[in-house]
């Protein structure tokens, strides 16, 4: 069982940044790929980043490209997202999930292709 849990959140203003950082509790093995996600209220939960251990191939939701970046620590099992030129739509609350295998570039926005999720960290952009 893999238990994921996320840090980093917070308010900020509009512009600033943040770091997210999810750590696994138990080795990930190198077919393994994670996936950040967040849900504002009212909403459906949104892809936002996807990234694989062993290479560190990445996806990106376009409404963060160029604004956000993941990467990984393979070494302390640590996920990170880097949030850049934070918007109040950025607003939500983001979630760190993991896939036991590669997950295909057209099914990495679904939530469902990922066994195992966190609970979660608010964050919160003020205008």
């Known amino acids: 069982q893999v238990q994921l849990v996320e840090s980093g959140g917070g308010l900020v203003q509009a512009g600033d940044s943040l770091r997210l950082s999810c750590a696994a509790s138990?080795?990930?093995?190198?077919?393994?790929?994670m996936g950040w996600f967040r849900q504002a209220p009212g909403k459906e939960r949104e892809f936002v980043a996807y990234?694989?251990?062993?290479?560190?191939?990445?996806t990106y939701a376009d409404s963060v490209k160029g604004r956000f970046t993941t990467s990984r620590d393979n070494a302390k099992n640590k996920l990170f997202l880097q949030m850049n030129s934070l918007k109040p739509e950025d607003t939500a609350v983001y979630y760190c999930?993991?896939?036991?295998?590669?997950?295909?570039?057209?099914?990495?926005?679904?939530?469902?292709?990922?066994?195992?999720w966190g609970r979660g960290t608010q964050v919160t952009v003020s205008s």
């Open positions: 990234i694989t251990w062993s290479r560190g191939s990445t």
């Open positions: 138990v080795r990930t093995y190198s077919a393994w790929a």
């Open positions: 999930s993991a896939s036991s295998d590669i997950v295909p570039y057209s099914s990495r926005s679904y939530p469902r292709e990922f066994e195992y």
